[in-house]
């Protein structure tokens, strides 16, 4: 079965610094990746996605992740934080069934921006 | 903005009462999606829909039953409500010519007493 860890539930992180937000998928087919973020009291915003083609894909906010096979990886990255980046990062797989797609999420990683 | 609304946004209720949950949508979106947050878990999809009176079971469908009689509205019953559904419920649809992206609405939060 497809699935989607991210180890970290917590990330504090001081403003401007760089940060990287950890996922980790297992699946045996094809894969689709996406990172959601969700503001307090919010939905869930696509942040960005890949699917095929260049492995490094890039979002909105400034943030980019990268997409890496070999360690089945899709690290979420912001070189310069600000303290409005401070919300919960959602990690999801794709999941093809007959007929069908659907998203598996990770826990969620709570990014903390002090200044 | 992708034209989903979820009516209540806040709701109590108590132990054993029916509950209905509202989703609607503007974009007459063909695919809908009911999910469930809770801390720990991340987002788990509970019941979706692929089309008017078409919908199927997610991971976490015990206690929910869910409809869909027009395309903008999907619903969501909890016949009889348990604390164990205390929780904050997002509706989602899936936009685009591949079904790939989903949108998601801004969340009830249900709390059974």
């Known amino acids: 079965a497809q699935s989607v860890t991210q180890l970290d539930s917590q990330v504090p992180v001081f403003e401007e610094a760089p940060v990287e937000l950890r996922c980790n998928y297992s699946?045996?087919?094809?894969?689709?990746l996406f990172w959601y973020v969700q503001y307090p009291n919010q939905g869930l915003q696509l942040l960005l996605k890949?699917?095929?083609?260049?492995?490094l894909v890039k979002g909105i906010n400034g943030f980019e992740a990268e997409f890496n096979k070999s360690q089945t990886s899709f690290h979420l990255r912001k070189p310069s934080v600000h303290i409005s980046d401070t919300a919960e990062y959602f990690c999801?797989?794709?999941?093809?069934?007959?007929?069908?797609?659907?998203?598996?999420f990770g826990t969620g990683t709570r990014l903390l921006v002090s200044p | 903005d992708a034209g989903i609304t979820q009516s209540p946004r806040h709701k109590v209720t108590e132990t054993g009462t029916p509950v209905t949950l509202r989703c609607h949508q503007t974009?007459?979106?063909?695919?809908m999606y009911w999910y469930r947050q809770d801390p720990g878990h991340g987002l788990r999809l509970i019941h979706y829909?692929?089309?008017?009176?078409?919908?199927d079971k997610g991971e976490v469908s015990d206690g929910y039953s869910v409809s869909r009689s027009k395309t903008e509205d999907f619903l969501l019953t909890l016949e009889s409500a348990t604390s164990s559904q205390t929780s904050v419920y997002f509706c989602?649809?899936?936009?685009?010519?591949?079904?790939?992206?989903?949108?998601f609405g801004p969340g009830t939060r249900l709390t059974v007493l």
């Open positions: 999801a797989v794709l999941v093809l069934n007959t007929g069908f797609q659907k998203l598996v």
């Open positions: 699946s045996s087919v094809s894969v689709y």
């Open positions: 890949y699917l095929s083609g260049s492995t």
């Open positions: 974009e007459n979106h063909r695919y």
């Open positions: 829909s692929y089309g008017v009176k078409d919908t």
């Open positions: 989602a649809i899936a936009s685009g010519t591949t079904t790939d992206t989903q949108y």
